[in-house]
């Protein structure tokens, strides 16, 4: 199980436009429509599912939520940040 990160830590390693909502870590990315939105939304989900950790994705008209936590070590830990990054460069 992999270890969870403390607040600090947290603070140091969270990239850019995400926030600590609690036992999670959130970003909200902007699209111009919706369909945008969707096809980002099932090219992360196929990232996640590579890497067996799965957000709570939320999609509406010209926004896609993510929620990022690991469920059994009951918080963030360093595979969230990880998938953080791997979603942000999906969108640049």
Do not use: C, N
């Amino acid at each position: 199980m992999a270890d969870l990160l403390d607040d600090s830590e947290i603070e140091a390693q969270l990239p850019d436009e995400w926030g600590q909502d609690g036992d999670e870590i959130v970003r909200t990315y902007e699209f111009d429509s919706y369909l945008p939105g969707v096809g980002f939304a099932s090219g992360i989900g196929g990232i996640a599912e590579d890497a067996w950790h799965h957000p709570e994705i939320t999609i509406t008209w010209g926004e896609v939520e993510v929620r990022l936590t690991t469920h059994d070590a009951g918080g963030i830990t360093q595979k969230d940040i990880d998938l953080a990054e791997r979603f942000d460069d999906v969108y640049e």
